[in-house]
Nanobody, 121 residues
């Protein structure tokens, strides 16, 4: 069984910062990609940022220059440093990992339970 456990969400004023963490645990052979997604009210879940095992990153245009994704491969943990937060960033943030549980298996998608981020104006 694989689990993704998120932490670091909370309430912050506009312009403030939060740091999200997500640790993957269980039977894991390798993690190809880790990332963060969010689901704004009335919209589909959208990519916030992803990072590969080699450190290549990808960001949504709406967070470029404000959010930074990083990863500790030894700890199977991904982080999202969120600066200059805006009220429109308020929603639930989900951790995602594309990983292999065994060298014989292909990659599988896993999701965390989500962590609430609330930015007050």
């Amino acid at each position: 069984q694989v689990q993704l456990v998120e932490s670091g969400g909370g309430l912050v004023q506009a312009g403030g910062s939060l740091r999200l963490s997500c640790a993957a645990s269980g039977r894991i052979f390798s993690i190809d990609v880790m990332g963060w997604y969010r689901q704004l009210p009335g919209k589909q879940r959208e990519l916030v940022a992803t990072i590969t095992s080699g450190g290549n990153t990808n960001y949504a245009d709406s967070v470029k220059g404000r959010f930074t994704i990083s990863r500790d491969n030894a700890k199977n943990t991904v982080y999202l440093q969120m600066n200059s937060l805006k009220p429109e960033d308020t929603t639930i943030y989900y951790c995602n990992a594309v990983l292999r549980r065994d060298y014989r298996n292909g990659p599988t998608n896993y999701w965390g339970q989500g962590t609430q981020v609330t930015v007050s104006s």
